[in-house]
């Protein structure tokens, strides 16, 4: 985990070239081509005692950031379903209680544990909570703060990851992110535990997954997104039906913001209006999702929450070989909607490498118009890629060249990003690598609200 020393020259000269050309950067920063390998399973037992809840995770419960869902899993019995949770600085202790509901699946011939979420609601706004699980020799305890109120300059801090999977370079994405003391809440934007990637997609790596990312998603909300590593399709082994483990695993609050399935939903979260969208459902014209992402998008009200965060796994705007043009169709189908309603970043994963956009689109595009070129356009979204979070499939570290002029900065490293909304208008974002120790910023950005303060932004 040393620094790394950079080539400065290589460096100074690659600057200069950029502002001449007003071209975007790549980054000369190579990570070292150390394979990865996933952690092995007894690096992650399951916890000591009888039937002792493990893989706990929480995410927002509600609407508004006074529920929290509560999950986690028991190996050999559904009982007790109970969670416990008191204000931590409360001198009473008054203890309240929210039973779970239970769920298990089989996949090809695997069962689940008994799978509980419990979703606890109308807790009070930035509250420190204590809550715990089980009984007797199992009892496990852990902690979370609620979110201040909703409203337009309420400050607070998102860390996003993508991508992570379970390998020694994961641990490090998250080691360094926990590092970190800013963040309250995770943005994840897909590809959890990459089971898939096992013989018969080997279910038991979702639970070492759970088990391994438990010391973040026990204590923060981790906001979900499904990549194409949460399908598990696989019907040669009799598996006929897409995303079974995760929707199982991962209950997020769709029905609240009016959505049919857990795979698009949005949520509101101090100053972010946050919608989520799958990459992997359908969303041509007439679909649910289409549907119900065209009466989402005026619903937003930017006096309530300014900043409009869309969430997503495969990205419209990439310039890396791996997985190039993948998010095609979806920008086709949905651009100029972001473009119209001034969404301010549009956060992706999918390829395995960092990069950040300009204000870009590429909306005029019409069959007779010839015009199919991306262009400055200050009405429309940043596009970060961030599916560097480290996972078995290695880095994706071969970019078109020379560099398309939406691309702004890009490297192939892992690492994670933070964001800081400090009020209506201006968000302080920051990305940061492994390779260094965390307080390194390695790319970092203010962000001017569109709708707020739609300013000039450049490179
Ligand atoms: C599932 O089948 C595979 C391949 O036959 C085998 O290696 C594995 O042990 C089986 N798992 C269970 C839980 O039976
Ligand atoms: C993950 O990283 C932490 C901090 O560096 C370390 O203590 C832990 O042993 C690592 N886990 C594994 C399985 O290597
Ligand atoms: C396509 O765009 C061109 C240029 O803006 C415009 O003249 C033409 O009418 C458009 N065609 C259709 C079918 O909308
Ligand atoms: C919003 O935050 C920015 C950055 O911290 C600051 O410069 C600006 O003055 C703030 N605006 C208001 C109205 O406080
Ligand atoms: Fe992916």
């Not at 981790?222 to 019907?235: K, R, V």
């Not at 609050?253 to 979260?269: A, C, D, F, V």
């Amino acid at each position: 985990m040393a620094a790394q020393p950079i080539t400065h020259i290589p460096c100074i000269l690659l600057c200069i070239f950029a502002w001449v050309c007003h071209a975007g950067k790549t980054s000369p920063y190579v990570r070292s081509t150390d394979a990865s390998i996933d952690m092995p399973a007894h690096a992650f037992p399951p916890p000591r005692g009888n039937n002792t809840p493990e893989q706990v995770h929480i995410t927002q419960g509600d609407r508004g950031g006074r529920g929290v869902m509560i999950s986690w899993v028991t190996p050999l019995q559904p009982y007790p379903n109970i969670v416990r949770y008191w204000k931590a600085n409360d001198p009473d202790k008054t203890v309240h209680e929210t039973y779970s509901r239970i769920t298990s699946y089989r996949y090809y011939n695997y069962t689940s544990g008994y799978i509980h979420h419990a979703n606890i609601k109308k807790l009070e706004y930035e509250t420190m909570y204590m809550y715990e699980l089980g009984k007797g020799d199992a009892i496990r305890q852990f902690s979370f703060k609620t979110p201040p109120k909703v409203g337009p300059d309420v400050p607070y801090t998102f860390g996003i990851m993508g991508d992570l999977g379970q390998t020694y370079a994961s641990n490090s994405t998250l080691e360094h992110y926990m590092a970190n003391p800013k963040a309250e809440t995770v943005l994840f934007v897909g590809d959890l535990s990459y089971a898939d990637d096992w013989p018969l997609h080997d279910q038991t790596k979702w639970d070492t997954w759970g088990r391994f990312v438990e010391k973040s998603t026990a204590y923060q909300p981790w906001i979900w997104t499904p990549g194409n590593h949460e399908l598990d399709f696989a019907p040669e082994i009799g598996e006929y039906m897409p995303f079974k483990p995760y929707v199982h695993r991962y209950h997020v609050p769709y029905r609240q913001s009016g959505s049919t399935s857990p795979l698009w939903y949005s949520i509101k979260r101090a100053s972010a209006y946050i919608i989520a969208l799958s990459s992997y459902s359908a969303y041509g014209k007439y679909t649910p999702q289409y549907n119900w992402l065209e009466q989402e998008l005026p619903k937003v009200n930017r006096r309530e929450t300014p900043w409009l965060i869309v969430l997503l796994h495969s990205p419209w705007y990439n310039s890396n070989n791996y997985h190039y043009m993948e998010g095609e169709s979806m920008r086709v189908m949905f651009e100029s909607w972001f473009v119209k309603y001034k969404v301010d970043l549009v956060l992706a994963g999918h390829v395995h490498s960092y990069e950040r956009s300009e204000r870009v689109s590429n909306i005029r595009y019409n069959i007779t118009d010839g015009l199919s070129t991306p262009i400055k356009d200050q009405s429309a979204p940043v596009y970060i890629t961030l599916g560097d979070g480290g996972n078995i499939e290695g880095i994706a570290n071969s970019f078109t060249e020379p560099q398309p002029s939406y691309s702004a900065y890009r490297e192939a490293s892992f690492g994670h990003a933070i964001l800081e909304l400090k009020n209506r208008t201006h968000a302080h974002y920051t990305w940061h690598r492994n390779q260094d120790n965390v307080a390194v910023v390695s790319d970092s950005k203010w962000f001017f609200n569109r709708y707020w303060f739609p300013k000039y932004e450049s490179v």
